[in-house]
């Protein structure tokens, strides 16, 4: 955050010059100690946040790549010229501790074609499958284990 301020100040300055840069470096440190003492941030807050956004990042690529993966899966049963396509609802629980974690699992499994979460109570899910082949591995799906990386790393934030 020191560095941030730092490069804001010579940005807003538009010029470098040894005072400019002396004096930024004073009032880059002030700010930083200022937030440190009186707003509760801390590099270890800042590490954790920015170990959160990339893993938030990663689990949206991954979200995406599943919802493809979905999206062929449907397209495959309904081109397919059979008529058995067998719709399943799978109840399952999960090991998920935090409420915005069980709610992100629930919305990601909607969002992929084919599934929707009929209900979520604590920690039981209720999910309407197109076709039993979509419902096979979905307690323990790449969800379920990205949301419990991020729910660990996150246990040392505190709001």
């Known amino acids: 955050m020191f560095v941030l301020f730092f490069i804001i100040w010579l940005i807003f300055n538009g010029q470098v ?3 400019i840069a ?3 470096l004073i009032i880059s440190a002030g700010m930083y100690w ?3 003492k009186f707003c509760g941030y801390s590099p270890k807050r800042e590490k954790i946040n920015i170990m959160l956004a990339l893993m938030v990042l990663k689990y949206i690529c991954i979200l995406i ?3 493809i993966k979905a999206n062929m899966s449907v397209i495959g049963l309904i081109m397919n010229s059979r008529n058995d ?3 399943a609802v799978v109840r399952f629980s ?3 501790r935090t409420e915005s974690a069980r709610v992100l699992l629930a919305n990601s499994i909607t969002m992929t074609p084919g599934t929707i979460t009929v209900s979520l109570e604590n920690n039981e899910y209720v999910v309407h499958c197109l076709d039993k082949s979509l419902a096979d591995g979905i307690n323990e799906s790449v969800f379920v284990n ?3 990386k991020m729910e660990k790393v996150g246990e040392g934030y505190k709001c």
């Open 17 to 19: 010059t040894l005072e």
């Open 22 to 24: 002396i004096f930024g």
């Open 34 to 36: 200022f937030i440190c």
């Open 65 to 67: 790549w599943e919802i």
């Open 85 to 87: 396509i067998e719709p």
């Open 94 to 96: 999960t090991d998920l």
């Open 146 to 148: 990205e949301l419990r």
